[in-house]
Protein backbone atom coordinates (compact mmCIF):
# COMPACT_ATOMS: atom_id res chain seq x y z
CA UNK A 1 0.00 0.00 0.00
CA UNK A 2 1.27 3.65 -1.05
CA UNK A 3 1.56 5.53 2.19
CA UNK A 4 -0.24 9.05 1.99
CA UNK A 5 2.26 12.43 1.69
CA UNK A 6 1.11 12.94 5.36
CA UNK A 7 2.31 10.05 7.03
CA UNK A 8 5.57 10.25 5.17
CA UNK A 9 6.28 13.80 6.46
CA UNK A 10 8.79 14.64 8.73
CA UNK A 11 9.36 17.85 10.49
CA UNK A 12 12.11 19.99 8.48
CA UNK A 13 12.09 17.83 5.16
CA UNK A 14 11.20 19.98 2.25
CA UNK A 15 11.63 19.55 -1.72
CA UNK A 16 12.84 23.31 -2.28
CA UNK A 17 15.39 25.64 -1.26
CA UNK A 18 14.95 29.40 -1.81
CA UNK A 19 17.17 32.03 -1.34
CA UNK A 20 17.39 34.39 1.98
CA UNK A 21 15.23 37.83 0.86
CA UNK A 22 16.98 40.99 0.67
CA UNK A 23 14.18 42.77 1.76
CA UNK A 24 12.63 43.71 4.79
CA UNK A 25 10.40 41.33 6.75
CA UNK A 26 6.54 42.87 6.28
CA UNK A 27 3.76 40.72 8.63
CA UNK A 28 1.18 39.88 5.62
CA UNK A 29 -1.14 39.99 8.89
CA UNK A 30 -2.73 43.00 8.64
CA UNK A 31 -3.24 43.39 5.10
CA UNK A 32 -5.87 40.07 5.35
CA UNK A 33 -9.18 40.42 6.42
CA UNK A 34 -9.69 38.83 10.08
CA UNK A 35 -12.48 36.38 9.10
CA UNK A 36 -10.23 34.94 6.26
CA UNK A 37 -7.12 34.52 8.88
CA UNK A 38 -6.41 30.39 9.43
CA UNK A 39 -6.04 30.22 13.23
CA UNK A 40 -3.41 27.02 13.14
CA UNK A 41 -0.98 26.17 10.75
CA UNK A 42 -1.76 24.00 7.81
CA UNK A 43 -0.77 20.72 7.76
CA UNK A 44 1.03 20.45 4.39
CA UNK A 45 3.87 17.39 4.79
CA UNK A 46 7.02 17.90 4.77
CA UNK A 47 8.68 15.40 2.53
CA UNK A 48 12.40 15.67 0.40
CA UNK A 49 12.14 15.83 -3.38
CA UNK A 50 13.01 12.37 -4.02
CA UNK A 51 10.49 11.24 -1.97
CA UNK A 52 8.01 13.35 -3.27
CA UNK A 53 8.76 12.36 -6.77
CA UNK A 54 9.22 8.64 -5.97
CA UNK A 55 5.05 8.65 -4.45
CA UNK A 56 3.99 10.67 -7.70
CA UNK A 57 5.71 7.82 -9.74
CA UNK A 58 4.65 5.00 -8.07
CA UNK A 59 1.17 6.10 -7.82
CA UNK A 60 1.25 7.15 -11.73
CA UNK A 61 2.52 3.31 -12.59
CA UNK A 62 -0.85 2.29 -11.40
CA UNK A 63 -2.69 3.36 -14.13
CA UNK A 64 -3.76 1.84 -16.28
CA UNK A 65 -2.57 3.00 -19.98
CA UNK A 66 -2.37 2.18 -23.49
CA UNK A 67 1.16 3.09 -22.91
CA UNK A 68 1.73 0.14 -20.29
CA UNK A 69 -1.32 -2.33 -21.17
CA UNK A 70 -3.28 -3.99 -23.40
CA UNK A 71 -6.66 -2.14 -23.32
CA UNK A 72 -9.52 -4.01 -24.82
CA UNK A 73 -12.50 -1.80 -23.65
CA UNK A 74 -15.31 -2.30 -26.44
CA UNK A 75 -17.32 0.73 -27.54
CA UNK A 76 -14.17 3.11 -26.53
CA UNK A 77 -11.44 2.43 -29.19
CA UNK A 78 -8.54 2.53 -26.90
CA UNK A 79 -6.07 2.89 -29.38
CA UNK A 80 -2.59 3.44 -29.08
CA UNK A 81 -2.47 7.28 -29.37
CA UNK A 82 1.57 8.40 -31.09
CA UNK A 83 2.48 11.02 -28.76
CA UNK A 84 3.99 13.29 -31.78
CA UNK A 85 0.24 14.26 -32.08
CA UNK A 86 0.16 15.44 -28.51
CA UNK A 87 3.76 17.48 -29.05
CA UNK A 88 2.15 18.82 -32.63
CA UNK A 89 -0.81 20.35 -30.57
CA UNK A 90 1.35 22.10 -27.44
CA UNK A 91 3.13 23.58 -30.21
CA UNK A 92 3.54 27.12 -29.11
CA UNK A 93 2.14 28.96 -32.20
CA UNK A 94 -1.07 27.07 -30.98
CA UNK A 95 -0.69 27.02 -27.42
CA UNK A 96 -0.21 30.34 -26.82
CA UNK A 97 -3.50 31.63 -28.40
CA UNK A 98 -5.38 33.24 -26.82
CA UNK A 99 -9.03 32.36 -27.55
CA UNK A 100 -10.34 36.48 -27.82
CA UNK A 101 -7.35 37.58 -30.24
CA UNK A 102 -9.07 38.87 -33.48
CA UNK A 103 -9.64 36.57 -36.43
CA UNK A 104 -6.93 38.13 -38.57
CA UNK A 105 -4.01 36.39 -36.53
CA UNK A 106 -5.58 32.93 -35.53
CA UNK A 107 -5.48 32.70 -39.52
CA UNK A 108 -3.16 29.64 -39.24
CA UNK A 109 -5.52 27.76 -36.78
CA UNK A 110 -8.50 28.56 -38.65
CA UNK A 111 -6.78 27.14 -42.02
CA UNK A 112 -5.89 24.13 -39.74
CA UNK A 113 -9.58 23.36 -38.19
CA UNK A 114 -11.11 24.69 -41.48
CA UNK A 115 -8.89 22.05 -43.10
CA UNK A 116 -10.05 19.35 -40.63
CA UNK A 117 -13.43 19.84 -41.88
CA UNK A 118 -12.91 19.45 -45.22
CA UNK A 119 -11.34 16.25 -44.16
CA UNK A 120 -14.24 14.86 -42.41
CA UNK A 121 -16.60 15.66 -45.05
CA UNK A 122 -14.16 13.67 -47.01
CA UNK A 123 -14.03 10.96 -45.05
CA UNK A 124 -17.71 10.62 -44.02
CA UNK A 125 -19.25 11.26 -47.12
CA UNK A 126 -21.25 14.43 -45.38
CA UNK A 127 -20.85 18.47 -46.95
CA UNK A 128 -20.62 20.20 -43.78
CA UNK A 129 -18.87 19.62 -40.17
CA UNK A 130 -19.42 21.79 -37.11
CA UNK A 131 -16.13 20.93 -34.71
CA UNK A 132 -17.41 22.60 -31.55
CA UNK A 133 -19.28 19.76 -29.55
CA UNK A 134 -17.17 18.54 -26.71
CA UNK A 135 -17.51 14.95 -26.89
CA UNK A 136 -19.66 11.95 -28.47
CA UNK A 137 -22.59 12.68 -26.40
CA UNK A 138 -22.47 16.52 -27.03
CA UNK A 139 -22.54 15.83 -30.78
CA UNK A 140 -25.29 13.80 -30.38
CA UNK A 141 -27.06 16.69 -28.41
CA UNK A 142 -26.05 19.29 -31.08
CA UNK A 143 -27.58 16.86 -33.86
CA UNK A 144 -30.52 16.85 -31.83
CA UNK A 145 -30.77 20.46 -31.52
CA UNK A 146 -30.63 20.55 -35.71
CA UNK A 147 -32.90 18.00 -36.51
CA UNK A 148 -35.27 20.28 -34.00
CA UNK A 149 -34.72 23.13 -35.76
CA UNK A 150 -34.96 21.24 -39.42
CA UNK A 151 -38.64 20.44 -38.54
CA UNK A 152 -39.58 23.67 -36.79
CA UNK A 153 -38.14 25.42 -40.25
CA UNK A 154 -40.46 23.31 -42.61
CA UNK A 155 -43.39 23.80 -40.48
CA UNK A 156 -43.50 19.86 -38.78
CA UNK A 157 -44.58 19.00 -35.29
CA UNK A 158 -41.82 15.72 -35.29
CA UNK A 159 -41.34 15.02 -31.78
CA UNK A 160 -40.18 11.42 -31.48
CA UNK A 161 -37.29 10.17 -32.53
CA UNK A 162 -36.74 5.91 -33.27
CA UNK A 163 -34.07 4.78 -31.02
CA UNK A 164 -32.90 0.63 -31.27
CA UNK A 165 -32.36 -1.36 -27.81
CA UNK A 166 -28.84 -2.07 -29.42
CA UNK A 167 -28.34 1.83 -29.24
CA UNK A 168 -25.19 3.21 -27.19
CA UNK A 169 -27.10 4.94 -24.06
CA UNK A 170 -25.94 8.40 -24.88
CA UNK A 171 -28.44 8.20 -27.56
CA UNK A 172 -31.34 7.94 -25.79
CA UNK A 173 -30.26 10.22 -23.46
CA UNK A 174 -29.54 13.10 -25.57
CA UNK A 175 -32.80 12.61 -27.70
CA UNK A 176 -34.14 13.21 -24.31
CA UNK A 177 -32.41 16.06 -23.25
CA UNK A 178 -33.04 17.62 -26.58
CA UNK A 179 -36.73 17.24 -25.57
CA UNK A 180 -37.80 14.57 -27.90
CA UNK A 181 -39.68 11.48 -26.79
CA UNK A 182 -37.77 7.89 -27.23
CA UNK A 183 -39.33 5.22 -29.48
CA UNK A 184 -37.36 2.06 -28.48
CA UNK A 185 -37.98 -0.77 -31.09
CA UNK A 186 -36.21 -4.17 -30.10
CA UNK A 187 -33.50 -6.06 -32.90
CA UNK A 188 -33.48 -8.78 -34.26
CA UNK A 189 -31.21 -12.14 -32.31
CA UNK A 190 -28.23 -11.03 -35.12
CA UNK A 191 -28.54 -7.58 -33.85
CA UNK A 192 -29.60 -6.24 -36.98
CA UNK A 193 -32.88 -4.22 -37.01
CA UNK A 194 -36.13 -5.47 -38.03
CA UNK A 195 -36.81 -4.11 -41.07
CA UNK A 196 -41.00 -4.90 -40.87
CA UNK A 197 -41.03 -3.56 -36.89
CA UNK A 198 -39.16 -0.40 -38.25
CA UNK A 199 -41.97 0.41 -41.07
CA UNK A 200 -44.45 -0.26 -38.55
CA UNK A 201 -42.95 1.80 -36.06
CA UNK A 202 -42.75 5.01 -38.55
CA UNK A 203 -45.42 7.75 -38.86
CA UNK A 204 -45.39 11.29 -38.90
CA UNK A 205 -44.14 12.21 -35.32
CA UNK A 206 -40.72 10.58 -35.64
CA UNK A 207 -38.37 13.20 -36.66
CA UNK A 208 -35.41 10.84 -36.77
CA UNK A 209 -33.82 7.27 -36.50
CA UNK A 210 -30.93 6.91 -34.58
CA UNK A 211 -28.57 4.39 -35.53
CA UNK A 212 -25.21 3.19 -34.61
CA UNK A 213 -23.36 1.24 -37.24
CA UNK A 214 -21.87 -1.32 -36.73
CA UNK A 215 -24.06 -1.57 -34.33
CA UNK A 216 -22.98 -2.58 -30.33
CA UNK A 217 -22.85 -6.37 -31.31
CA UNK A 218 -20.14 -5.27 -33.77
CA UNK A 219 -22.66 -5.79 -36.43
CA UNK A 220 -23.02 -3.96 -39.59
CA UNK A 221 -26.31 -2.92 -40.89
CA UNK A 222 -27.01 -5.86 -43.61
CA UNK A 223 -30.50 -3.72 -44.60
CA UNK A 224 -28.87 0.06 -44.21
CA UNK A 225 -29.67 1.23 -47.63
CA UNK A 226 -33.64 -0.16 -47.11
CA UNK A 227 -33.87 1.52 -43.65
CA UNK A 228 -32.71 5.11 -45.19
CA UNK A 229 -35.30 4.46 -48.14
CA UNK A 230 -38.60 4.03 -45.66
CA UNK A 231 -37.16 6.33 -43.45
CA UNK A 232 -36.86 9.42 -45.98
CA UNK A 233 -40.00 8.25 -47.41
CA UNK A 234 -41.85 8.86 -44.45
CA UNK A 235 -39.98 12.40 -44.11
CA UNK A 236 -37.70 11.70 -41.39
CA UNK A 237 -34.01 11.84 -40.79
CA UNK A 238 -31.38 9.07 -40.41
CA UNK A 239 -28.73 9.97 -37.79
CA UNK A 240 -25.35 8.37 -37.33
CA UNK A 241 -23.62 7.65 -34.20
CA UNK A 242 -20.15 7.78 -35.81
CA UNK A 243 -18.06 7.52 -32.52
CA UNK A 244 -17.18 3.75 -33.53
CA UNK A 245 -15.99 5.04 -36.85
CA UNK A 246 -12.61 3.02 -36.57
CA UNK A 247 -14.91 0.03 -38.17
CA UNK A 248 -15.50 1.34 -41.47
CA UNK A 249 -12.66 4.48 -41.47
CA UNK A 250 -11.58 4.65 -45.33
CA UNK A 251 -14.25 1.86 -46.46
CA UNK A 252 -17.13 2.94 -46.25
CA UNK A 253 -19.04 6.24 -45.65
CA UNK A 254 -22.43 6.61 -43.98
CA UNK A 255 -23.15 10.17 -46.14
CA UNK A 256 -23.02 7.60 -49.04
CA UNK A 257 -25.52 5.11 -47.44
CA UNK A 258 -28.26 7.34 -46.64
CA UNK A 259 -27.13 8.72 -43.59
CA UNK A 260 -28.55 13.13 -43.33
CA UNK A 261 -26.40 13.45 -39.85
CA UNK A 262 -23.96 12.36 -37.97
CA UNK A 263 -20.83 12.96 -35.11
CA UNK A 264 -17.74 11.41 -34.98
CA UNK A 265 -15.26 11.10 -31.97
CA UNK A 266 -11.66 12.22 -32.42
CA UNK A 267 -10.86 11.06 -29.32
CA UNK A 268 -11.55 7.22 -30.23
CA UNK A 269 -11.60 6.64 -33.86
CA UNK A 270 -8.89 9.55 -34.76
CA UNK A 271 -6.20 9.11 -32.05
CA UNK A 272 -6.56 11.56 -28.28
CA UNK A 273 -5.83 9.54 -25.39
CA UNK A 274 -8.79 9.47 -23.59
CA UNK A 275 -10.36 8.16 -20.99
CA UNK A 276 -11.63 9.14 -16.73
CA UNK A 277 -13.51 11.22 -18.96
CA UNK A 278 -11.32 13.20 -21.46
CA UNK A 279 -10.27 15.40 -23.01
CA UNK A 280 -12.96 14.47 -26.00
CA UNK A 281 -14.20 16.14 -28.94
CA UNK A 282 -17.55 15.17 -31.42
CA UNK A 283 -17.80 17.29 -34.39
CA UNK A 284 -21.19 16.86 -36.21
CA UNK A 285 -21.52 16.26 -40.18
CA UNK A 286 -24.77 17.44 -41.91
CA UNK A 287 -26.06 16.79 -45.52
CA UNK A 288 -26.58 20.30 -47.57
CA UNK A 289 -30.09 20.56 -46.73
CA UNK A 290 -29.07 20.78 -42.58
CA UNK A 291 -25.76 22.99 -43.40
CA UNK A 292 -27.81 26.32 -42.43
CA UNK A 293 -28.64 24.97 -38.99
CA UNK A 294 -25.32 24.01 -38.12
CA UNK A 295 -23.83 25.91 -34.90
CA UNK A 296 -21.91 29.49 -35.00
CA UNK A 297 -19.15 30.40 -35.44
CA UNK A 298 -18.67 28.82 -39.11
CA UNK A 299 -15.34 28.96 -40.32
CA UNK A 300 -15.61 30.58 -43.98
CA UNK A 301 -12.92 29.79 -46.50
CA UNK A 302 -12.58 33.67 -48.39
CA UNK A 303 -10.22 34.84 -51.34
CA UNK A 304 -7.37 36.04 -48.69
CA UNK A 305 -8.20 33.66 -45.76
CA UNK A 306 -10.41 32.97 -43.30
CA UNK A 307 -13.55 34.76 -41.68
CA UNK A 308 -15.56 33.41 -38.27
CA UNK A 309 -19.15 34.24 -39.85
CA UNK A 310 -22.08 34.60 -36.72
CA UNK A 311 -24.78 35.88 -38.52
CA UNK A 312 -26.44 32.70 -39.74
CA UNK A 313 -30.09 33.25 -39.39
CA UNK A 314 -31.11 29.31 -38.82
CA UNK A 315 -27.88 28.18 -36.56
CA UNK A 316 -29.04 26.84 -33.76
CA UNK A 317 -26.30 29.28 -32.19
CA UNK A 318 -23.62 28.28 -30.16
CA UNK A 319 -23.21 25.05 -27.98
CA UNK A 320 -19.58 25.71 -27.06
CA UNK A 321 -17.67 28.42 -26.04
CA UNK A 322 -15.13 29.71 -29.20
CA UNK A 323 -13.91 26.73 -31.07
CA UNK A 324 -14.47 23.53 -29.20
CA UNK A 325 -11.34 21.48 -27.61
CA UNK A 326 -8.68 22.75 -30.21
CA UNK A 327 -6.14 20.11 -28.68
CA UNK A 328 -8.13 17.55 -29.74
CA UNK A 329 -9.01 18.83 -32.72
CA UNK A 330 -5.34 19.15 -33.87
CA UNK A 331 -4.16 15.54 -32.88
CA UNK A 332 -7.07 14.78 -35.18
CA UNK A 333 -5.91 16.75 -38.03
CA UNK A 334 -2.03 15.84 -37.27
CA UNK A 335 -3.05 11.69 -37.47
CA UNK A 336 -5.74 11.89 -40.15
CA UNK A 337 -3.01 14.31 -42.42
CA UNK A 338 0.19 11.86 -40.88
CA UNK A 339 -1.77 8.48 -42.08
CA UNK A 340 -3.01 9.83 -46.13
CA UNK A 341 -6.32 8.18 -47.43
CA UNK A 342 -4.26 4.51 -48.00
CA UNK A 343 -3.50 4.96 -44.33
CA UNK A 344 -6.79 5.76 -42.79
CA UNK A 345 -8.20 2.80 -45.11
CA UNK A 346 -5.22 0.20 -43.48
CA UNK A 347 -6.61 1.48 -39.63
CA UNK A 348 -9.98 0.51 -40.30
CA UNK A 349 -9.16 -3.28 -42.10
CA UNK A 350 -6.55 -3.78 -39.28
CA UNK A 351 -8.73 -2.75 -36.68
CA UNK A 352 -11.79 -5.63 -38.38
CA UNK A 353 -9.14 -8.25 -38.88
CA UNK A 354 -7.72 -7.95 -35.29
CA UNK A 355 -11.07 -8.14 -33.96
CA UNK A 356 -12.01 -11.30 -35.84
CA UNK A 357 -8.67 -13.35 -35.64
CA UNK A 358 -9.07 -12.54 -31.34
CA UNK A 359 -12.83 -13.54 -32.13
CA UNK A 360 -12.23 -16.54 -33.70
CA UNK A 361 -9.95 -18.02 -30.53
CA UNK A 362 -12.17 -16.89 -27.82
CA UNK A 363 -15.63 -17.90 -29.12
CA UNK A 364 -14.31 -21.74 -28.82
CA UNK A 365 -14.18 -20.33 -24.96
CA UNK A 366 -17.79 -18.17 -24.65
CA UNK A 367 -20.76 -17.99 -27.11
CA UNK A 368 -20.71 -15.38 -29.61
CA UNK A 369 -24.76 -14.34 -29.94
CA UNK A 370 -23.77 -12.25 -32.85
CA UNK A 371 -22.03 -14.84 -35.27
CA UNK A 372 -18.70 -15.65 -35.94
CA UNK A 373 -17.88 -12.57 -37.75
CA UNK A 374 -17.72 -9.21 -36.64
CA UNK A 375 -16.56 -5.15 -37.47
CA UNK A 376 -13.99 -3.73 -35.40
CA UNK A 377 -15.16 -5.31 -31.67
CA UNK A 378 -17.23 -8.22 -30.62
CA UNK A 379 -19.64 -9.69 -28.16
CA UNK A 380 -19.23 -12.84 -25.96
CA UNK A 381 -21.74 -13.94 -23.32
CA UNK A 382 -20.54 -15.57 -20.30
CA UNK A 383 -24.04 -16.81 -19.32
CA UNK A 384 -22.37 -20.39 -18.87
CA UNK A 385 -20.15 -19.69 -16.64
CA UNK A 386 -22.62 -17.43 -14.76
CA UNK A 387 -24.63 -20.40 -14.39
CA UNK A 388 -21.99 -22.15 -12.55
CA UNK A 389 -21.63 -19.06 -10.36
CA UNK A 390 -18.60 -16.94 -11.93
CA UNK A 391 -19.87 -14.10 -13.55
CA UNK A 392 -19.04 -11.55 -16.08
CA UNK A 393 -17.80 -8.58 -13.50
CA UNK A 394 -15.88 -11.85 -12.11
CA UNK A 395 -14.00 -12.94 -15.44
CA UNK A 396 -13.50 -8.96 -15.62
CA UNK A 397 -11.87 -8.46 -12.52
CA UNK A 398 -9.77 -11.30 -12.72
CA UNK A 399 -8.02 -10.47 -15.91
CA UNK A 400 -7.01 -6.83 -13.94
CA UNK A 401 -4.69 -9.54 -12.14
CA UNK A 402 -3.15 -10.84 -15.04
CA UNK A 403 -2.54 -7.06 -16.45
CA UNK A 404 -5.31 -6.45 -18.95
CA UNK A 405 -7.56 -4.10 -18.39
CA UNK A 406 -11.53 -5.43 -18.81
CA UNK A 407 -13.58 -5.58 -21.56
CA UNK A 408 -16.94 -3.36 -21.66
CA UNK A 409 -19.27 -5.81 -19.50
CA UNK A 410 -22.96 -5.68 -19.36
CA UNK A 411 -23.20 -3.68 -22.32
CA UNK A 412 -24.96 -4.15 -24.54
CA UNK A 413 -28.10 -4.89 -22.44
CA UNK A 414 -29.73 -7.50 -25.17
CA UNK A 415 -26.75 -9.75 -24.52
CA UNK A 416 -26.84 -11.48 -20.77
CA UNK A 417 -23.65 -11.27 -19.36
CA UNK A 418 -22.44 -9.38 -21.93
CA UNK A 419 -18.33 -9.25 -22.41
CA UNK A 420 -17.48 -6.56 -25.52
CA UNK A 421 -13.99 -6.72 -26.48
CA UNK A 422 -12.76 -4.12 -29.07
CA UNK A 423 -9.17 -4.90 -29.52
CA UNK A 424 -8.04 -1.88 -32.19
CA UNK A 425 -5.36 -1.90 -34.79
CA UNK A 426 -2.69 -1.38 -32.77
CA UNK A 427 -2.27 -4.67 -31.18
CA UNK A 428 0.07 -6.83 -32.54
CA UNK A 429 -0.90 -10.81 -33.37
CA UNK A 430 1.74 -11.37 -30.28
CA UNK A 431 -0.65 -9.89 -27.79
CA UNK A 432 -4.01 -10.88 -29.62
CA UNK A 433 -2.33 -14.77 -28.56
CA UNK A 434 -1.23 -13.89 -25.50
CA UNK A 435 -4.97 -12.07 -23.98
CA UNK A 436 -6.69 -15.21 -25.28
CA UNK A 437 -4.43 -17.40 -23.40
CA UNK A 438 -4.94 -15.50 -20.50
CA UNK A 439 -8.75 -15.42 -20.99
CA UNK A 440 -8.80 -19.24 -21.32
CA UNK A 441 -6.99 -19.83 -18.65
CA UNK A 442 -9.46 -18.03 -16.62
CA UNK A 443 -12.53 -19.84 -17.72
CA UNK A 444 -10.38 -23.04 -16.43
CA UNK A 445 -9.52 -21.66 -13.11
CA UNK A 446 -13.53 -20.44 -13.19
CA UNK A 447 -14.58 -24.49 -13.98
CA UNK A 448 -11.82 -25.81 -11.63
CA UNK A 449 -11.71 -23.58 -8.57
CA UNK A 450 -14.57 -20.94 -8.93
CA UNK A 451 -13.23 -19.09 -5.82
CA UNK A 452 -9.99 -18.33 -7.37
CA UNK A 453 -12.06 -16.23 -10.25
CA UNK A 454 -14.74 -14.91 -7.66
CA UNK A 455 -12.40 -13.57 -5.30
CA UNK A 456 -10.36 -11.25 -7.71
CA UNK A 457 -8.43 -8.85 -8.10
CA UNK A 458 -5.87 -9.86 -5.49
CA UNK A 459 -2.39 -7.96 -7.09
CA UNK A 460 -4.15 -4.83 -7.55
CA UNK A 461 -3.87 -1.94 -4.63
CA UNK A 462 -7.40 -2.68 -3.75
CA UNK A 463 -9.66 -5.51 -4.08
CA UNK A 464 -13.81 -5.62 -5.02
CA UNK A 465 -15.04 -2.73 -4.30
CA UNK A 466 -18.29 -2.27 -2.86
CA UNK A 467 -18.95 -0.35 -5.97
CA UNK A 468 -22.63 0.75 -5.17
CA UNK A 469 -21.89 1.76 -1.55
CA UNK A 470 -18.86 3.63 -3.22
CA UNK A 471 -20.43 5.81 -5.21
CA UNK A 472 -23.24 6.21 -2.69
CA UNK A 473 -20.94 7.27 -0.14
CA UNK A 474 -18.01 8.13 -1.07
CA UNK A 475 -14.92 8.17 1.50
CA UNK A 476 -13.47 11.19 0.44
CA UNK A 477 -11.47 12.16 3.25
CA UNK A 478 -8.40 10.77 4.66
CA UNK A 479 -9.91 10.96 8.49
CA UNK A 480 -12.92 8.94 7.47
CA UNK A 481 -11.04 6.02 6.24
CA UNK A 482 -10.82 2.73 8.10
CA UNK A 483 -7.72 2.76 9.10
C1 LIG B 1 -18.32 6.43 -26.87
C2 LIG B 1 -19.61 6.41 -27.58
C3 LIG B 1 -20.50 7.50 -27.46
C4 LIG B 1 -20.29 8.66 -26.51
O1 LIG B 1 -19.14 9.40 -26.75
P1 LIG B 1 -18.55 10.33 -25.58
O2 LIG B 1 -17.42 11.07 -26.23
O3 LIG B 1 -18.11 9.41 -24.49
O4 LIG B 1 -19.63 11.25 -25.12
C5 LIG B 1 -21.67 7.44 -28.21
N1 LIG B 1 -21.95 6.40 -29.00
C6 LIG B 1 -21.12 5.33 -29.13
C7 LIG B 1 -21.51 4.20 -30.04
C8 LIG B 1 -19.93 5.30 -28.41
O5 LIG B 1 -19.11 4.25 -28.52
Given at each position: ??K???E??????????????????E????Y???E?????????????E??????F??L?????????????????T????????????????F??????????????????????????C??????????Q???????????????????K???E???KI??????????PA???L???????????????????L??????K???????????????F????????E???K?G??????????????G??????F??????????????????????G????G???????F????K??????????????P?S???????????PV???????????G????R??S???????????S???KE????????????F?????????????????AK?L???G????????P??????M?????????K??????A?????????A????????????????????EV???????????????
Amino acid sequence: MEKLLNEISHEGLSGYSVPEIDVPHENIEKYIHKEALRSSEPELPQVSEPELRRHFTRLSHRNYSLTTHFYPLGSCTMKYNPPVNDKLSQLPGFADLHPYQDEESLQGLLELLYGLERSLCEITGMDAFTLQPAAGAHGEFTGLLIIHAYFKAKGEARTKIIVPDSAHGTNPASAALAGFEIIPVKSKADGCLDLELIEKTLNKDIAAIMLTVPNTLGVFEKEILKISEIAHKNGSLLYYDGANLNAILGNARPGDFGFDIMHVNPHKTFSTPHGGGGPGSGPVGVKKHLEEFLPVPKIEKKEFGYKLHYNIPKSIGRVRSFFGNVPVLIKAYAYILALGAEGLRNVSEQAVLNANYLLSILKKELPAPAGDRCMHEFVLSAKPCAEKGVRALDIAKRLLDYGYYAPTIYFPLIVEEAMMVEPTETESKDELDKFASVFAKILKEAADNPATVKNTPTTTPVSRLNEVEAARKPILKWADAPK
